[in-house]
């Protein structure tokens, strides 16, 4: 059996829906909160790798011009 919300199935449940449909849209459902658990993480690796990219680039930049600039 798939992971289902509880909250979600006692929703359906309670809205008239048969127990079988029910179970299916919370699993279903479960699945795309997984999802979407998975696409946040990934967000927030791509968030810090390019900021970390900016600050290293700012880095280079400086010490490229410091010569210059001095």
């Not at 449940?13 to 795309?32: H, L, N, Q, S, V």
Request: glycine residues 6%; proline residues 3%; without cysteine.
């Amino acid at each position: 059996m798939a992971l289902m919300l509880s909250k979600t199935y006692d929703a359906f449940k309670a809205a008239g829906a048969p127990e079988d449909k029910a179970r299916e849209a919370a699993e279903e459902i479960a699945g795309f909160e997984d999802r979407l658990s998975n696409i946040e993480s990934d967000v927030k690796l791509l968030k810090w790798i390019a900021g970390f990219n900016v600050a290293l680039s700012m880095t280079i930049l400086a010490l490229l011009l410091h010569p210059v600039a001095g």
